[in-house]
């Protein structure tokens, strides 16, 4: 198994990627990775007479869904993508419980997910009861490894 430019080539007999594939694949994501904005122009609402100013956004290159994300761990471990699915849904499935139950689910390296909730602000601590939450989401926090990442992209304009 070899690195060339953009793509990682086997040699000889048909095997699971090792070692060498794992460097490859983190050095080409490494050294390539650069998220994509265009400029838009946004008026603020409260002065409607001012000029628009022009701000960066995001061009997203599409999602990768939980069969695509397997396909890859399998690649770089020594796993089946079958054996990666039942964990990973499994995952998805007790996720949602913890955070229904209160829990932080911290995932390591990838990060937290912790329950949020908004409420109605009352005169006295009296006032605030269940009638007074507005609803709730799930927040996310994002582990060291993420974090360094999204340090050091690149940016490229389309």
């Keep these: 198994m070899f690195y060339t430019g953009n793509k990682i080539a086997e040699s000889g ?3 699971k990627p090792g070692y060498l594939y794992f460097v490859a694949l983190l050095y080409q994501n490494i050294f390539t990775m650069a998220i ?4 838009i122009g946004k008026k603020n609402p409260a002065k409607i007479t001012d000029p628009a100013k022009f ?9 990768i869904d939980l069969r695509e994300l397997c ?11 079958a054996d990666i ?21 911290r995932i390591g390296d990838l990060g937290d997910f912790r329950p949020s909730l908004s409420s109605e602000g009352r005169e006295t601590e009296k ?9 709730s989401k799930v927040l996310f926090r994002p582990g060291k490894r993420i974090k360094n990442v999204m340090k050091v992209v690149d940016y490229k304009k389309v």
């Design 71 to 81: 396909k890859e761990i399998e690649k770089i471990s020594t796993v089946s993508e």
């Design 36 to 39: 994509k904005y265009k400029v």
């Design 13 to 15: 007999k048909h095997r």
């Design 127 to 135: 006032d605030v009861s269940v009638t007074a939450i507005k609803g």
């Design 55 to 63: 701000y960066a956004t995001t061009v997203l290159n599409g999602a």
């Design 85 to 105: 699915l039942a964990v990973l849904s499994s995952l998805v499935y007790l996720i949602p419980d913890k955070l229904a139950n209160g829990h932080i689910v």
